[in-house]
Structures are given as C-alpha cells and as structure tokens.
C-alpha cells in the first residue's frame, strides 16, 4: 500500500478529534443534538484550520444510518463512503475550477431530486469565493429556500469576497489560528501512534512554523521526518527550517549586557560562516527578549517549550527589564527596515550597533525632596465676600462638588496675594505683573467691592453635615474662616442626604448629589418637590418643560432615588407648576448672578477704564462670558 501523508491519514473524522474551534463545534453539536438544523453554513477561516474537515463530519452526522447526532456511528455504509469519499449524496464542489455559471446551474438541476442513498443531499462547496457574479446570482434563490432533504456546505479562505446576499443566507462560522501549544499537542499525541521519535524542541520550532494552520504542521512534519530519516530532532528541524540556534542569540544579548561591541561584531561574523539568514537572526532575537520579558515580569508563564527555561532564568537576572523592552522596541522596528540596508549583514550589524549605542543609561529616578505643602485653610481663604454660587466651576475636575451649600466667610483685610490668579477678574490676571504698584489692589477698590458685597451667602441647611479635605489655595473660597477649624473633605466625600432631610431646598441646592444622567437629569432638574411622606415622592413640572417627559423617565427617576435613600418610594411627576424654584432656575439664577458681578467688576476696574480712555475704546458688556 502506498503511503499516506499525515495530514489526510489523520484527518479527524469524529467533532471529538478535532483539535481546538470549540467555539465551533460548540454550536453544532447543539444543533445537532437539539434538532435545530440550518439549511446553509458557511465556514471561514485561514488555510489548514479545519473548514472542510468540519463540513465533513457534519455530513456524516446528517447522514449516519442510526440517526441525526453529532456522534455519527463510523461503521454504517453512509459513515464508511464518506470517509472514504464516494458517498453519492455528498457533492464536494471545487469552486475554483468550476466558477461559470454553467457549472452552477449543472449542479442546481439535481437539487429537486431526492438523495440516492442517504438522508440529506449535501452540497459542499470549497473556496466558494471563487465564484463568479452571475453563478453567485444563480445559486441565490436555491441557497435561501432549498428543498428539505438538501444541506449546503460553504467554505472559504476569503469571506470579505462573498455577496453581501449569500452571507445573509448562510449560518457562518470563523475558525481561528491554532496555537503553537495546542499544535504541538497534536503533534505529540499523532507520532506517539506513528512510533515516530522526537525531541520537544523541534515540535515548538514545526508548531511555531506552521503559523496556525495544522495541515501546514503535519506537512512539515512529513518534512522532518524525512528529513531525519524516520525521527525529530532539534538540530535536524533548525537545518530544515532555516532557523539558527538560539545559542548565538543569547551571546548577543550577553554582548548587550557587557556593551562589548567587538564580541556583537564577532558572532554576527559566525552566523555569517554559517550561512544564517540575518531577517531570521532578528526574528529569534525578538522570541529570546519576548521570553526574557515573560520572565522577569511573570516568571510563572514562563514555559519550556525551547528546552531553554533555565538559560532565560539566568540571563533574565543580568539585563534590567527596561533594557529587554528597549531592545525588543528597537529590533522589531529594525527587522523591517533590514530589506532597506544595501547588504543584510550591514543592515544587521548596524541595528545591533544602533541597540548599543542606544542603550538607556539606567532610569532617572524621581525628586526625592518633599514638595512645599499647601497653606492652611485659613491662611488662604479669600479677602473678599462672595455670593453663595461663586466658585461653581472651581471644584477640582476629579471630584464634583456641590458648592451650593457650603457657606463663605471672609475678611475684607485680607491679603489679596491669597487670591488665586483665576479668582481674579480678567482685567487683573493680565495687568498684575506689568503694572507694578500704580494701582491699588483690586478688593480696595470701591467699585469692586461694593458690588461682591451685593450678595450674602445663604448657609446650608442644618441636616447636611459638609466637610472639607483640607485644599489649595484656589479652593479658599470654600474653606471655613473660623479660628480651630478640623481638617477638611470635599463635598463629594459627605455622607448621603437622608431622606428625613431631604426637602425643596435640599432638592434645589444639592441637586447635583443625586447623580441623575443625561436627559434624566435635565427634565429633573426643571422639577420641584410638592410634597413627601415616608414612602413616596411627588414632584410638579411646568407645562414648557414636560415636552420630554414621559413614563419611563418617571420611573428611571424613581429606581433613582429609591437606590439613593436605600427605601423603597413611589415617585410621581404631575404637569403644573412648580411651587418654587426648581434646581435648574436656582443654578441659572446663580450664573446670573456671578455674570452681572463679573461685569460690574469690568466697568469699574481702572485698567479697563484706562484703555478705554487711551485707545478710544467701548466695553461691550454683552461679550462678557463666564468660563465654562
């Protein structure tokens, strides 16, 4: 008997010897087993993975004598013609040399006609990309409404081809690259039945070679064993391969580590003797420093494919971590500049030149002297009196705080060095440094300070306890002026309004503590609370601002506030009136307010005038805009 290649002796005839696509064969075995049959699959994927073997075995589980399963029997006569390839109801169809439309509807024309010996006709047609429009046109009509007894088989290496209408009637499945671990696998388990000797190293190095394709691994593992004369052996597949031993790489990354140039020089002049491809000299250094990475940062996934675990344990402990990604950066990006360099040694030798002469000169440390603390809270509160909604936008970005409750006291005999630069106005953070001392500071000037005393901050209500993490300067605003004051946390950090407090005000104030989203939180913001009881809510909102309103929106607020106050509520919005200010007019009312303050600020301050009077100008209060 002649002999038989490996890939086809052992292709997998059963899902169970299948190795890897279990996302797959997950599916059709369901199918099968459940009954759940789809009249047309379609199978993808790159060379070698198992598209056709899988289209096989799901003819031979629709046609075994003993039933629809996905364990066929492999001994009934359907079974044993499929494997053998002359079962009559299965047309395996080469779309590659039969892509007219003739052939296409050569082959349409039996499809009415009942299968001759098993259950189901089954069509299975390979590289079905390959088909040209009209034929794809042809088998379009057939393909979505088949008859009963007939099954289509689609397989393709390049689905990006196909129709957009033959993807739509097919169920279709991607295959993945197989991994040099589940690979070598195989390959273990295959010449142990075959009594073939072999050396691990060599699986990795055919596992690694095929690229994800095990027809691709068995071939060149015929290759090898031939090429061995009937065994595997490491030195044996490398000559074959082309690959180099992984020896000289780890003299060059000892060289790396000595920075002794002359020694890098002199191995790349050996593997010259040796006939070494230079791209493949480059391709095995980045594996080597990609194991050396693994070890140094996870050495537990450090596996011992190569045989080498021990030599990259120990070569891991003399080159530092950041020097192993350096060299990796730096020799990924040479292999594909190497096809540039005018000969492939020189190319080589200048990259590892360019790793040595590059090489990090250890990592900087960080300052280790203590940065100045901030001020104390009270050295750095602010000289002026300012409305309740002042600083709405000076919260730090990573923690949102809710200034409408924080009360303001402070001294007009403060410094005004205290002031941060943005709690100046315009005028003042772009003159301060350039005007020298000709004017006065700007809170003693009595335009500006009688219009930030226009406004009393209103103090929060009782039943909210707010605290301050102790802040920096530009937060002094917020911070409480009274002498033995504790340390301070943001608004952000306060406990949780009960629901015991919680009223119009609180409602009003702390709006923005709820953490209502998106458009929830717009139409809630245009309600107001009409009245509370122990477990239930009811809100009004006016008639110009219920446009948006509906019932999902009422029960997403109630979901809402239920999981804030940890009780169950019932929560109703009806369409009237709001009995007083709703959050959103209390939030513009303050914008307003901190505008109007803004402009007089403008109209009153000397530099301002001064350039006005200088340079014939006009104040256009209407540019004036708060910052966002």
């Known amino acids: 008997m002649s002999y038989q290649v490996l890939a086809r002796k052992w292709r997998p005839k059963t899902f169970r010897e299948m190795a890897g696509q279990n996302h797959v064969l997950k599916a059709l075995i369901n199918a099968l087993d459940h009954d759940r049959l789809h009249h047309a699959y379609l199978f993808t994927g790159t060379r070698g993975v198992g598209k056709t073997t899988i289209a096989r075995i799901l003819a031979k589980c629709l046609n075994c004598e003993v039933g629809v399963s996905s364990e066929p029997c492999g001994q009934c006569h ?13 047309l395996e169809v080469d779309a590659a040399s039969r892509t007219k439309v003739e052939d296409t509807r050569e082959i349409l024309d039996n499809v009415q006609y009942a299968p001759s010996q098993g259950r189901y006709k089954v069509y299975l047609i390979d590289e079905v990309h390959m088909l040209s429009s009209s034929s794809f046109n042809a088998l379009l009509k057939t393909l979505e409404e088949p008859p009963a007894h007939v099954k289509f088989l689609l397989a ?171 060299y990796y950066q730096m020799a990924l990006a040479g292999r594909r500049d190497l096809g540039l360099a005018p000969d492939p040694r020189a190319g080589l ?40 909604t002042s600083n709405l936008t000076k919260a730090a970005p990573q923690q949102p705080v809710s200034e409408l409750s924080l009360p303001v006291r402070a001294s007009v005999s403060q410094a005004p060095s205290a002031l941060p630069i943005e709690e100046l106005p315009p005028s003042e953070s772009m003159n301060t440094a350039s005007r020298g001392d000709s004017l006065p500071p700007w809170e003693e000037r009595p335009a500006v300070a009688s219009a930030l005393a226009t406004l009393e901050p209103k103090p929060a209500p009782a039943a909210i306890a707010v ?72 809100f ?74 200088e340079f014939d100008g006009v104040l256009d209060q209407e540019s004036v805009r708060l910052p966002a």
């Open 467 to 538: 605290e301050l993490e102790e802040p920096a300067a530009q937060s002094a605003p917020f911070q409480e002026a009274a002498a033995g004051a504790e340390p301070l946390v943001t608004a952000a950090a306060a406990e949780k309004i009960s629901l015991a407090a919680f009223s119009e005000q609180v409602w009003r104030e702390q709006f923005d503590l709820f953490k209502l989203p998106g458009m929830l939180g717009s139409i809630a913001s245009h309600c107001q609370i009409v009245d509370k009881t122990a477990n239930s809510l009811h």
């Open 540 to 613: 009004n909102i006016d008639t110009a601002n219920a446009a948006l309103l509906n019932d999902r929106h009422i029960e997403r607020l109630g979901e809402m506030l239920c999981e804030y106050f940890g009780v169950p509520l019932k929560v109703a919005v009806a369409i009237a009136p709001a009995p007083t200010e709703t959050p959103a007019a209390y939030r513009q009312r303050c914008l307003d307010e901190r505008l109007l303050i803004a402009k007089e600020a403008l109209v009153a301050d000397p530099m301002v005038n001064r350039l006005i009077a």
């Open 156 to 326: 393709t290496t390049d689905p990006q081809k196909l129709p957009a209408t033959i993807l739509s009637r097919c169920l279709q499945f991607n295959l993945k690259n197989l991994t040099a671990e589940r690979i070598v696998d195989y390959l273990k388990t295959i010449l142990e039945k075959e009594m073939v000797q072999y050396e691990e190293p060599s699986l990795w190095l055919l596992g690694r070679a095929a690229d994800g394709s095990m027809r691709d691994a068995l071939s060149l593992t015929d290759q090898a064993i031939a090429f061995g004369s009937g065994k595997l052996a490491e030195v044996d597949v490398r000559q074959m391969l082309g690959t180099i031993d992984h020896g000289s790489v780890y003299r060059l990354i000892e060289a790396f580590a000595a920075s002794d140039g002359a020694a890098l020089l002199a191995i790349v002049a050996d593997l010259a003797e040796m006939g070494a491809d230079f791209a493949g000299v480059v391709s095995e250094l980045l594996v080597v420093l990609h194991r050396l990475a693994v070890a140094q940062t996870v050495a537990e996934g450090l596996d011992n494919s190569l045989g080498d675990r021990q030599r990259i344990i120990d070569l891991a402990a003399t080159v530092t971590a950041e020097d192993v990604q350096f």
């Open 78 to 90: 359907a079974c044993v013609a499929i494997n053998e390839g002359r079962f009559v109801d299965l």
């Open 349 to 388: 030798e200048m990259l590892l030149l360019r790793m040595l002469a590059f090489k990090p000169q250890g990592v900087i440390d960080g300052p280790q002297k203590t940065l100045p603390r901030a001020k104390p809270a009270a050295e750095a509160a602010v000289a002026v009196k300012k409305p309740l």
